[in-house]
T-cell receptor
Framework: DVKVTQSSRYLVKRTGEKVFLECVQD?????MFWYRQDPGLGLRLIYF???????EKGDIPEGYSVSREKKERFSLILESASTNQTSMYLC??????????????FGEGSRLTVL | AQTVTQSQPEMSVQEAETVTLSCTYD???????LFWYKQPPSRQMILVIR??????QNATENRFSVNFQKAAKSFSLKISDSQLGDAAMYFC????????????FGKGTRLHILP
């Protein structure tokens, strides 16, 4: 079965702390995504990676950075967490193109609270 | 810019009844892809159904079917014989052609199933 695993389901951090959110997929997918999910706002793309060491900014990259050193792993980094980054973070992966239907496979999410 | 609108933030349906979730989108492209994703409470998001814009036939997956009206840019999801396990947040999504990263999500519709 296809699997996207996010390292932490729940995190509580303090303002100014550095936060790492890890995501691992076991499907050999080229593409990996980090989304932020907030009530009433849906899913908003933070960063996208289409290959190892490659990344593209999404719609809301400010305050975030990412790392993709290996194909299966995509990390989201909050250099200095702020209270407005309290949210649910979703990692997803997909194959390139639409030959396989273009489906996104999601992790279970990481709920981050910044105090 | 492409947009996806889900005008019903919440809906309720009696168990075993049929419910339709609405989605409209805006694009200038002629070829694209549309998806419905389901996010059960505290569980990962999964694909329910997909539709390719160049296909006139509406997609169907068991109790789930879509009404795709390309000219009206409408993509509604019909759930027949609703079950308690259908209770979830449902997201409509649009994917641009040849763009792995250009996936636009609506804000979601929370569906309640009444026993």
């Amino acid at each position: 079965d296809v699997k996207v695993t996010q390292s932490s389901r729940y995190l509580v951090k303090r303002t100014g702390e550095k936060v790492f959110l890890e995501c691992v997929q076991d499907m050999d997918h080229e593409n990996m995504f980090w989304y932020r999910q907030d009530p009433g706002l849906g899913l908003r793309l933070i960063y996208f990676s289409y290959d190892v060491k490659m990344k593209e900014k999404g719609d809301i990259p400010e305050g975030y950075s990412v790392s993709r050193e290996k194909k299966e792993r995509f990390s989201l980094i909050l250099e200095s967490a702020s209270t407005n980054q309290t949210s649910m973070y979703l990692c997803a992966s997909s194959l390139t193109g639409m030959n396989h239907g273009g489906e996104l496979f999601f992790g279970e999410g990481s709920r981050l609270t910044v105090l | 810019a492409q947009t996806v609108t889900q005008s019903q933030p919440e809906m309720s349906v009696q168990e075993a009844e049929t419910v339709t979730l609405s989605c409209t989108y805006d694009t200038s492209e002629s070829d694209y892809y549309l998806f419905w994703y389901k996010q059960p409470p505290s569980r990962q998001m999964i694909l329910v159904i997909r539709q390719e814009a160049y296909k006139q036939q509406n997609a169907t997956e068991n109790r789930f079917s879509v009404n795709f009206q390309k000219a009206a840019k409408s993509f509604s999801l019909k759930i027949s014989d609703s079950q308690l396990g259908d209770a979830a947040m449902y997201f409509c999504a649009y994917r641009a052609p040849n763009r792995d990263d250009k996936i636009i999500f609506g804000k979601g519709t929370r569906l309640h199933i009444l026993p």
